[in-house]
C-alpha cells in the first residue's frame, strides 16, 4: 500500500535504489508504450497482408503469403503444400485446381503425373512476405491519389491563407491604437470556443449561395479566420518592442514593410507553431469536408477513406494500406518537430 | 565528411535565399499596392486595411453564420435559402423539447435528439472523468525522474496527432468481429463478443478510444502544470514530516487545481462536440446507441434526403448553449490559470 502511496505522489531523487514505486512506474510507461503503440504496429503489420491472410480467424502476428511455384505448362504459379499422402508420407506439391473437396495437385519435379488429394489432407506452404501490392494497387487502382492531392492542395492553401491573415490581424490588433479595437478583440476571442459543428447549416448557405459545394475553397476559406491563431500571434506580438518599429518609420518604411520585414521574423516562432496546429487541423478535418464535398473527385483523404471502409463489401487489405498511407506524414512531421510541437502544445494550450 | 557538410550548408542556405527571395518579391508586390493606400488613407488608418481580410472571412463565414443560425431554428421546411422558409417562431425548439416523460426518450416528439442528447450525457460523463484520471495518473508518473521522458511523453502524446478517421479506423479494425481482441479473447478460452454491435459495448469502446486518442494533450498541460510546482514545498514538507500522501492532497492537489480546472472544461467542450472518432467507428450505432448531439444535427441537416434545417439549426442553438455555459465558467475558473491560454 505504501508503494502504491508513493507511486501516486511526487518524491523526486531518492538516491541510488530501486525501490517498489520505480518499477510500478516503468511498468505503467511500459504499458503505456503497448496501449498507444500496440494498436498503430498492429495496424501496419495487418496492411502489409494479402487479402486471404486479413481473412483468417484467429489471425497471423506477421504477414503471410503462400508460396507458389511456376510450373513448365502452366501459365499461372500454382500455389504449394504440404500434402500427407497415402502412404502416410509427407510431400510437397502444387495444386492445379481444387474440384470440391478434391484437389488436383502436382509434384513440381514430375508435372505430368495429376494426384488426387483430398483437400483436408492438404496444409499451405507459407512465409513471411510484405504484400507491398496493397499499397501500389492504391495509388493505381482507385482514387487515392486524386484524394491525396486534394488533401495537399487544401493543407497547403488553407495554412497559407490562415498565416497571412491571421497575422495582418494580430499585427493590426497588437501594434495599433483605433477606435474600436478593444471590441473587435472581444468578438474574436468570444468566438474562440465555437466550433463549426455549431454553425454548419448557415455556413452550408453561404457557401451554398458562393458557389463553393463541391470545390476545394468551400474548405479552404471558412477556417482560416481561426480565432485561435489571431490570439496566439496578437499576444505573441504584443511582445515585441515598439520602438523597433518606430525606428522602421523613422527609416521611412511604409506600415506594409514594416510588417513584412520587421514584425513577421520575429514573429516566428509563433507563426511555426501556428503553422504546425493548421497543418494538423486541416490534413485530419473531417466533418466541415464530409459536408461541402460529396462528389468523389474532390474528396480530401479523410472523406475519402470513410467513403471507402463504409462500403458494403469492406476491402480491408487496400483500407489497411491507405489509412497507413494517410497517418505517414503527421507521423513524419511528428518525429522531426517532437520536441517544438509538445512545448508549443504544453504553453499555449492549444490542441493539434 | 566536411565536404559533405559545407556542400548541405551550402544547398540549405540557397533553398534558404531562395525562400527569402520568392518571400521579399511577393511582400514588395503586395507593397506596390498598399503603400498608395496608404499615401491616401494616413499611417494611422492602416490598422483597418490589416484587420479587413481577416475580419471579412470572420464576418462571412463565422459571425454571420451565428445570427443567421438562430434564424434558421426558427423556419421550417426543406428549402436551403432563407427567403423561400417557412418562420415557425419557436416551434422547432417546442418540437424538440416536447416530451411526455423526459427519463423516455420514446415519449418525446423528437425521439432522436433526445436519445443523442442522452447518449452525449453518457459519454461525456464517463470520457471526461477516464480522460482526467488517466491523463494525471500519467502526467505524475512521467513528472517522477523518468529515463527517457522525451521518448514516453512523445508515445502518449503521439495519438493526439492522428487524424479521427485514422484512430477509428485502427480500432475498427481491432474490434470487429474477426479481429485480434476476440482472437485474444478466444485464446483465453472466453467467449467473443461483437464489440461494435451490441450497444453498451459499442458505447464503452467509444469511450475508450477516444480517451485512448485525446489524453496526450491533456497529460503534457498536466505535466507542465505539476513541474511548475516548486520542489522547496515539498522539501519543507519532508522537513515537517508530511506523508506522501499528505504532501499529495495538501501541495500537489492544491497548486494543480488551476490547471485541473482548465484541462477539465476543455475535456468537457470536446467531449460535447464529439463527431469523428465515434461516426466512423460506429456509425451511430448500433441503432442509436452511439449516436451523439453533432451526428444528430449532421443527420437530420444533411446525412438525409430529406433535410431538416431548421430542426438542426435549432439543436445546433441548444448545443452552442451548453458550449457558452461551459465556456463562461472556464473564463471564471481560468483567471488563475492564463498561461495556458497566453
Known sequence: MSAVRRFLTRRQGHQGRVGVADVLTYAYLVAGVLVMFGPVAWLVLSSFKTQQNLLEFPPTLLPLAQDTVTVEGFPQPLPLFDVILEDGSQARLAQVRRIGLMAQMIDPATPDEVLQVPIELRTPVRSFRLATENYTQSFTRFNFTTYLRNSVVVTVGATLITLIINSMAAFALSKYRFRGRNLIFLIIISTLMIPISVILVPVYLVINQVGWVNNLWGVIIPGAATPTGVFLLRQYMLTIPDELLDSGRIDGASEWRIYWQIVLPLAAPALAVLAIFSVMWRWNDFLWPLIVLTRSEFFTLQVGLNAFQGELQVQWHFVLAMTVLTLLPITLVFSLLQRFITSGIASTGVKG | ?342
Open chain 2, 1 to 342: 565528411m566536411a565536404d559533405s557538410i559545407t556542400s548541405r550548408r551550402r544547398v540549405n542556405a540557397l533553398a534558404g535565399s531562395g525562400v527569402r527571395g520568392v518571400y521579399a518579391l511577393v511582400m514588395n508586390a503586395v507593397g506596390l499596392v498598399m503603400e498608395p493606400i496608404q499615401r491616401l488613407v494616413g499611417q494611422r488608418n492602416m490598422a483597418y486595411l490589416f484587420l479587413l481580410p481577416n475580419l471579412l472571412v470572420f464576418g462571412i463565414f463565422i459571425l454571420f453564420p451565428m445570427l443567421l443560425n438562430v434564424y434558421f431554428a426558427m423556419t421550417s421546411g426543406t428549402a436551403l435559402y432563407p427567403q423561400d422558409r417557412a418562420f415557425v417562431g419557436t416551434a422547432n425548439f417546442e418540437r424538440l423539447y416536447t416530451c411526455t416523460d423526459y427519463t423516455n426518450p420514446n415519449t418525446c416528439l423528437e425521439d432522436r435528439f433526445w436519445r443523442a442528447a442522452r447518449n452525449t450525457g453518457v459519454f461525456v460523463a464517463f470520457q471526461v472523468a477516464g480522460m482526467v484520471a488517466i491523463s494525471l495518473l500519467t502526467a505524475m508518473v512521467l513528472n517522477r525522474k523518468v529515463r527517457f521522458l522525451g521518448f514516453f511523453r512523445s508515445v502518449f502524446f503521439y495519438p493526439v496527432l492522428l487524424s479521427p478517421v485514422v484512430v477509428a479506423l485502427i480500432w475498427k479494425w481491432i474490434l470487429q468481429r474477426d479481429g485480434v481482441l476476440n482472437a485474444i479473447l478466444i485464446g483465453l478460452g472466453r467467449d467473443p463478443i461483437n464489440f461494435l454491435l451490441d450497444g453498451t459495448w459499442a458505447m464503452t469502446w467509444v469511450i475508450i478510444v477516444s480517451i485512448w486518442a485525446n489524453m496526450g494533450f491533456y497529460t503534457l498541460i498536466l505535466l507542465a502544470g505539476l513541474q511548475s510546482i516548486p520542489l522547496e514545498l515539498y522539501d519543507a514538507g519532508a522537513i515537517d514530516g508530511t506523508s506522501a500522501l499528505q504532501s499529495f492532497r495538501h501541495i500537489t492537489l492544491p497548486l494543480l487545481m488551476p490547471t485541473m480546472m482548465v484541462v477539465l472544461v476543455l475535456a468537457l467542450i470536446r467531449a460535447v462536440q464529439m463527431f469523428d472518432e465515434v461516426y466512423v467507428l460506429t456509425g451511430g450505432g448500433p441503432g442509436s446507441a452511439t449516436m451523439l448531439l453533432v451526428q444528430y444535427i449532421y443527420n437530420t441537416g444533411f446525412g438525409t434526403q430529406n433535410p431538416r434545417f431548421g430542426m438542426a439549426a435549432a439543436a445546433s442553438v441548444t448545443l452552442g448553449a451548453v458550449l457558452l455555459v461551459a465556456t463562461l465558467i472556464q473564463l471564471r475558473l481560468g483567471r488563475g490559470s492564463e498561461r495556458h491560454l497566453a
